[in-house]
């Protein structure tokens, strides 16, 4: 009877076991098929990628990432380095016939002197700005004096970085320019200093420095960046565009070498990339990010961010997902190759020191060899007579950056606004954008998704963050980034005329708005003095 008991216990047993081993020696067999057909996931891995875990340690330590970095792609040259229907468009800055003519408009006893605040393009904007402020008051400026004091400490004076002359000549018919306040009374005058809220309409202007203005008769505007409204009426948004794109031009010595670095790259390749690169240890300190250094990177960029002492408790993964964290190096290249962008590109970089120095630019130089600065393309004798002036070799970069086929920043600072609203203005040469918010999620990710999806991705999330015309709305972000009154449109000789920021003819592409990325500026004056290069 045991003996039975037992043989009917194990084929009980055996009942359930077998339809088991069944199952799982199918999955055994798929697995070992589907192994056979699959590419090896190494067979076209052409670099072998940095990883680093979240708590940050362990950052020396390589993996072999599944993300493949093709070494070139077919992608349309057309595609590549222009951008589609840029023939359709052109800037337009003309003043319209209700515009009067600045002899016919100015007091002639209202003088308005501004000082600039930050690096050389957050000083650009003030200037502009400081023009249309002036016809808005209906007073003669005095040329701006540029900001020696502030984190960039640039001796320089106006005319050391702008022409003078040509300002003063080309602005004639819109406001009247004198290079210095007259005597007053056989002494010098001085004006009397005031400050503005930020972001000031033409009617703030006429409501607080007007009333000064006919009083005291000269009056100076201190730390004068971003202190006009960003929406004014049409015919001032047009001045705006004259004074940036026309009236402010380098002076010959900053022309000449500039144009030197623009045609050396030439020489090197038909097609070059422009990179601003904004990856020092203050703007990384002040971003409040984190990039995987570890307890190092904490508290070297800690110390750093302890000299803003109004800055709040930093917050690195917010900061990540509103995409206002600057890419690393590695970062934006791989964006590029995504894009399309070979290991044959040839690259010019206009940057500072880098955090981290040549270990951070490794893979950036490693996707594209042909890896060029400002200091390699010049000798140092060439170089002497800007070395010493921080505004002086930012103008050169802008030079390079602005005469390049394809434009891209790792970050939404004011030079990248500045150049993305140039050439917006002169036939929408490609200006690529990164979508911080989409991006970083991609980014973070990128070890664990197969090349072709990464590619994918990439190109999903930088549609409208090209450069292409209409991609953003006309009330997007900052004026100089999109002088949208400014951008008119071509238009069959039937109908006659042009037509500014119109969508009757062209088809509309993928458009931006305020959600999918912050252009807005800073409240903090030391967030754009930070971020003004």
């Known amino acids: 009877m045991a003996s039975s008991r037992r043989r009917h216990h194990f ?32 067979g076209n891995r052409i670099f072998l990628l940095t990883r680093r875990d979240s708590s940050g340690e362990n950052d020396d330590a390589i993996e072999d990432s599944p993300l493949l970095v093709p070494a070139k792609e077919k992608v349309n040259n057309r595609e590549m380095w222009s951008s589609r229907n840029s023939n359709l468009f052109y800037g337009c800055s003309d003043a319209s016939n209700k515009f009067r003519k600045a002899q016919d408009i100015t007091h002639p006893n209202r003088y308005l002197s501004i000082v600039t605040n930050g690096g050389l393009n957050q000083q650009r904007t003030g200037i502009t700005d400081a023009v249309v402020a002036a016809r808005v008051l209906n007073a003669t400026l005095v040329v701006p004096k540029l900001d020696k004091s502030s984190y960039w400490k640039d001796s320089s004076i106006f005319s050391d970085i702008f022409d003078v002359d040509w300002f003063i000549k080309y602005l004639a018919k819109d406001v009247t320019v004198v290079k210095e306040l007259p005597l007053r009374k056989g002494q010098i005058w001085l004006p009397y200093r005031m400050r503005v809220p930020r972001k000031c309409s033409d009617r703030c202007y006429i409501h607080r420095v007007l009333p000064v203005l006919k009083k005291k008769h000269a009056v100076q505007i201190m730390k004068f960046d971003y202190r006009l409204a960003n929406s004014l009426d049409t015919d001032f948004q047009k001045l705006r565009c004259r004074v940036n794109y026309h009236a402010l031009k380098f002076v010959d010595p900053i022309l000449r070498m500039g144009e030197k670095l623009v045609q050396r790259m030439r020489m090197k390749s038909k097609h070059f990339i422009a990179l601003h690169l904004r990856f020092e ?3 990384l300190a002040f971003s409040g990010c984190y990039y995987g250094g570890g307890d190092k990177e904490r508290e070297e960029l800690g110390k750093i961010r302890k000299k803003w002492k109004t800055l709040p408790e930093s917050h690195p993964d917010k900061a990540r997902r509103h995409g206002r964290c600057p890419m690393t190096p590695e970062e934006v290249g791989l ?20 955090y981290g120095g040549n270990e951070t630019l490794t893979p950036l130089k490693a996707l594209f060899p042909n890896f060029y600065t400002k200091y390699t393309l010049a000798s140092k004798d060439e170089l002497e007579p800007f070395s010493t002036f921080s505004s002086k070799l930012a103008a050169l970069d802008f030079i390079v950056c602005d005469e390049s086929d394809v434009f891209v920043s790792n970050n939404h600072g004011n030079m990248a606004k500045i150049l993305a609203g140039r050439r ?5 040469k490609p200006t690529i954008r990164p979508n911080g918010r989409k991006l970083f999620r991609v980014f973070l990710n990128k070890n664990y998704m197969s090349h072709k999806e990464f590619v994918y991705r990439i190109n999903k999330y930088q549609k409208g963050f090209m450069g292409e015309p209409k991609e953003v709305s006309p009330t997007w972000g900052v ?13 069959d000789n039937s109908t006659g005329g042009e037509v500014p920021n119109s969508t009757s003819r062209v088809e509309t592409f993928t458009r931006v708005t305020n959600t999918d990325y912050d252009p807005d500026t800073p409240n903090d004056p030391e967030v754009d003095v930070l971020l003004s290069d």
């Open 335 to 354: 964006m590029l190759r995504s894009l399309g962008y070979g290991e044959d590109v040839h690259i010019y970089v206009a940057s500072g020191e880098i």
């Open 479 to 491: 004026f100089h980034e999109n002088p949208y009154s400014c951008i008119c449109e071509k238009v």
């Open 424 to 428: 917006r203005y002169f036939s929408h």
């Open 281 to 283: 240890p203050d703007m």
């Open 11 to 42: 084929f009980t047993h055996g009942r359930w076991l077998i339809p088991a081993i069944t199952v799982a020696s199918v999955f055994l067999l798929l697995f070992f098929f589907l192994s056979i057909l699959a590419p090896s996931p190494n």
